[in-house]
C-alpha cells in the first residue's frame, strides 16, 4: 500500500521563471494510483491543478495552468513530476500531491469530487519580483 507522498521543488522564482515539483511515493503499489497536484494560495479554498492517470496515458488541468504546467509520472521511480512554465504570480500557493486508488479518472480526482486517500505535507511556491 501506498503509505507516504513526499512534496519537493518549491521555492521562490520571478515571474516568467519555471519550477519543478516533485512527489514521491513510497510503497509497492504506486502504479496503482491516480496523482493529483493541488494547490491552496491565503484566503483561496484548495484548487486541483492537475492530474495524471496511474498508466500516464491520461491528465487533466485547470484552466488556469493549461499550456504552462504539464504533469508526469514515472512508476519506476514512484514519482510525479509537475513542470510549471510561465510563472504568475498568480500561482503563489502551497502546493500538495495526492493519491486515490483506481478506478477512479483524472476528472474526478480533479474536480474534487473524488476525495484523496492520502496527501502530502506540501511545498511552497513563492512567484514574486
Known amino acids: 500500500q501506498l503509505q507516504l507522498l513526499v512534496e519537493s521543488g518549491g521555492g521562490l522564482v520571478q515571474p516568467g521563471g519555471s519550477l519543478r515539483l516533485s512527489c514521491a511515493g513510497s510503497?509497492?503499489?504506486?502504479?496503482?494510483?491516480?496523482i493529483g497536484w493541488f494547490r491552496q494560495a491565503p484566503g483561496k479554498e484548495r484548487e486541483g491543478v492537475s492530474c495524471i492517470s496511474s498508466s500516464g496515458d491520461s491528465t487533466n488541468y485547470a484552466d488556469s495552468v493549461k499550456g504552462r504546467f504539464s504533469i508526469s509520472r514515472d512508476n519506476a521511480r514512484n514519482t510525479v513530476v509537475l513542470q510549471m512554465n510561465s510563472l504568475q504570480p498568480e500561482d503563489t500557493a502551497v502546493y500538495y500531491c495526492?493519491?486515490?486508488?483506481?478506478?477512479?479518472?483524472?476528472?474526478?480526482?480533479?474536480?474534487?469530487?473524488?476525495?484523496?486517500?492520502?496527501w502530502g505535507q506540501g511545498t511552497q511556491v513563492t512567484v514574486s519580483s
Open positions: 510503497g509497492l503499489t504506486f502504479n496503482n494510483f491516480v
Open positions: 495526492a493519491a486515490v486508488p483506481i478506478p477512479t479518472t483524472v476528472k474526478a480526482l480533479c474536480s474534487g469530487t473524488q476525495r484523496p486517500s492520502y
